[in-house]
């Protein structure tokens, strides 16, 4: 059996996985995520803000002292946050001596000018860089994570996993046959077009269209099968149309949600208020104000490539990473 630990720093959210694998078996003991908006400005000044960076810093620095806790419970006491100038405290052992760590970075990091401030930073939390890893390599790893464990479900399968900076699509059956990323993430075309008048949802669906003409020159789209969505975006339209009164895993993972009511909640979340997204009972507090985008972006896929509806899996590229380092 190997005990991993997994870290996928996205540019909305940071997320940790510590599980146990072992052959064909996972057992989760951890999987957090907080929003952090790292990616937040990246699309218009190119670089990670220090307030962003400083919120990452802190998460991880939460997530360091669970790695402790779950590799060796008398190194899991207080560490402190991130403070650049002073360092992190620190017991001495990394959490890479105690369990195998991989620390993967996405979409915002990849279009930033100062990453090595990111790179720094993590380092000095966890004792190992993190990989700033290509469109494909997400890709993969999103693929591995949404199939390892899925049965009874007709390949080929399409995933897509809708970032907070990008989308990526994979196309394959038991391995990867195609597969790209498009810079169509929900922060990101929130932030692109949102006015005075709120956010421009013709602006986004233009946007998205120019994708996905993209994207069809590079995977064969129309050979799929199955759609299965991936990330917050989609979890969270998934728990709107189950009409959950609280956010569950167990009951979204491996739900399909069809194609006629994915497009009524992305036209209707819009038009809400900021406090009417707030209270629906699934929200989280930080995908209040890009939901309606990420939305938006499933609708246009189902609706451009003609899928009648789209499997839901929890399971994703964070999955994929602890699965490439058992």
Not at 33 to 39: A, D, F, S, W
Not at 65 to 84: E, N, Q, Y
Request: contains cysteine.
């Amino acid at each position: 059996m190997s005990r991993v630990a997994a870290i996928d720093c996205g540019t909305n959210s940071v997320r940790l996985l510590i599980t146990d694998i072992k052959g064909e078996t996972q057992t989760d003991l951890e999987r957090r995520m907080e929003i952090v908006r790292l990616g937040q400005g990246v699309d218009r000044t190119g670089m990670l803000a220090p307030d962003a960076l400083q919120r990452t810093f802190d998460a991880m620095c939460e997530y360091r002292r669970l790695i402790r806790r779950h590799a060796a419970p008398h190194l899991a006491g207080p560490v402190g946050l991130f403070v650049p100038s002073a360092g992190v405290a620190t017991t001495g052992l990394q959490c890479a001596d105690l369990m195998p760590v991989r620390v993967v970075a996405t979409s915002a990091t990849r279009d930033a000018t100062n990453r090595d401030e990111f790179v720094a930073g993590v380092r000095e939390i966890f004792g190992v860089d993190p990989e700033v890893i290509t469109g494909h390599e997400e890709a993969e790893l999103s693929f591995t994570g949404a199939t390892r464990s899925i049965s009874g479900i007709e390949p080929p399968y399409l995933v897509v996993d809708i970032g907070g900076g990008s989308t990526e699509f994979v196309l394959g059956n038991t391995s990867v046959d195609a597969a790209l990323s498009v810079d169509i993430g929900c922060v990101r075309l929130t932030e692109r077009h949102t006015g005075p008048d709120g956010l421009d949802v013709a602006g986004v669906i233009r946007d998205v269209e120019a994708a996905l003409a993209q994207v069809e020159q590079v995977v064969p789209i129309r050979t799929a099968k199955t759609l299965i969505g991936l990330a917050g975006s989609v979890t969270t339209v998934a728990g709107i149309a189950l009409d959950l009164p609280e956010y569950d895993p167990e009951k979204i993972h491996h739900s399909r949600i069809p194609v006629a009511q994915v497009h009524e909640i992305a036209a209707r979340l819009p038009q809400m208020t900021h406090e009417q997204r707030a209270a629906i009972p699934v929200m989280h507090p930080g995908r209040v104000d890009v939901i309606s985008t990420g939305a938006t972006i499933l609708d246009q896929i189902m609706r451009h490539y003609g899928f009648p509806d789209v499997v839901v899996s929890e399971h994703d590229i964070l999955d994929g990473i602890a699965w490439s380092i058992a």
